[in-house]
């Protein structure tokens, strides 16, 4: 028995330890990624369903490090919530794209509204809003021109959610639901909420021309975002059919690698200004 015991454990800890050694080395290292100016921000357009006009962008971070190599969001997002590091890297998040925003207005490109996710941690930091306003006027980015992409989870708490949501509404920034569909908010409270548009999770699109669920699902959302006026984004559109299907459906705004995938901020000019307007 001791000695299976003893299997085990040499077949369990090398990947427990594998996977504790790469969470520390990259708390670590992502302490110091702001500061050595590790991080960058892609941008991923947002466009009109019907005819693929760019409306937006949203931004999402890459962080390139000299020897741990590109390290996902998907990896690195999770730890900087749990140490709290999301905080500063959400506050440089932040500035950049609003930055960039308002440096391509100044080069005379048809505005476009940027979008930002914010992550729980910072949403509810008490002085979250504040530093919004500090930072909208420092970078002088008007507010109709940002959008803050928040979660289904974060929003749960209403009464948590509320006085705050109603904070930022002042502001005059957008607000959105990211993900969609993926969370529990119950449909009624979206009239409640001070939020304008909905991203409809990537997992529904994903083959929406030939899943009959998926279809009712986006197609149930987009009635009852009609009937309390909120817009509508499709996540994820990857294929021709699928944006066939939703412009079928009506959805008034797509994003997905159909488009263009996320891209850094040169390429995403080079894209913004195929709709240039001086
Ligand atoms: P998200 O906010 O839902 O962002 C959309 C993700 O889907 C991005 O992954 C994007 O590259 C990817 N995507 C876009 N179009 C397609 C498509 O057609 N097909 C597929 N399969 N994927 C597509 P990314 O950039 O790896 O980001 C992953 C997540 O990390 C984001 O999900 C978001 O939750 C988080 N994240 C990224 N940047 C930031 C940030 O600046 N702050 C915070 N708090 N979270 C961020
Ligand atoms: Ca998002
Ligand atoms: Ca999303
Ligand atoms: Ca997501």
Redesign the pocket.
């Known amino acids: 028995e001791a000695k299976q015991q003893g299997r085990q454990t040499q077949i369990y800890n090398p990947t427990l330890n594998e996977q504790l050694h790469r969470r520390m080395e990259i708390e670590l290292h992502l302490r110091k990624a702001v500061e050595f100016g590790q991080l960058k921000?892609?941008y991923?357009p947002i466009v009109v369903t019907e005819n693929a006009r760019l409306v937006g962008m949203?931004?999402?971070?890459?962080w390139f490090h000299p020897v741990l190599g590109t390290v996902?969001?998907?990896e690195f997002?999770p730890i900087?919530?749990e140490t709290g590091l999301?905080v500063p890297?959400?506050r440089w998040?932040l500035e950049e794209a609003c930055r960039q925003n308002k440096q391509w207005q100044d080069s005379g490109f048809t505005p476009i509204v940027i979008s930002?996710?914010?992550?729980s941690r910072?949403f509810y930091d008490p002085l979250f809003t504040e530093s919004l306003v500090s930072l909208l006027h420092r970078t002088g980015l008007a507010p109709q021109w940002l959008e803050l992409?928040i979660?289904e989870g974060v929003m749960m708490d209403i009464h948590t959610a509320l006085p705050i949501l109603m904070d930022l509404q002042s502001l005059g920034v957008n607000l959105s639901i990211?993900?969609f569909g993926t969370g529990y908010s119950s449909l009624k409270y979206l009239k409640e909420l001070p939020v304008g548009k909905l991203?409809i999770?990537?997992s529904f699109i994903k083959h929406i021309d030939t899943n009959a669920v998926h279809t009712a699902i986006v197609q149930s959302v987009l009635a009852m975002s009609k009937q309390i006026g909120l817009d509508v984004v499709a996540?994820?559109?990857?294929r021709l059919e699928e944006l066939a299907a939703l412009r079928q459906s009506g959805c008034p705004f797509a994003?997905?690698?159909?488009f263009s995938?996320?891209v850094a901020a040169d390429e995403a000019e080079r894209l913004l200004s195929e709709t240039r307007c001086k």
């Open positions: 921000l892609y991923q949203e931004s999402l971070i890459r996902s969001p998907g997002i900087a919530e999301i890297i959400g998040v930002v996710n914010i992550s910072q992409e979660t990211d993900d991203k999770d990537q996540e994820g559109v990857e994003q997905g690698y159909l995938h996320p």
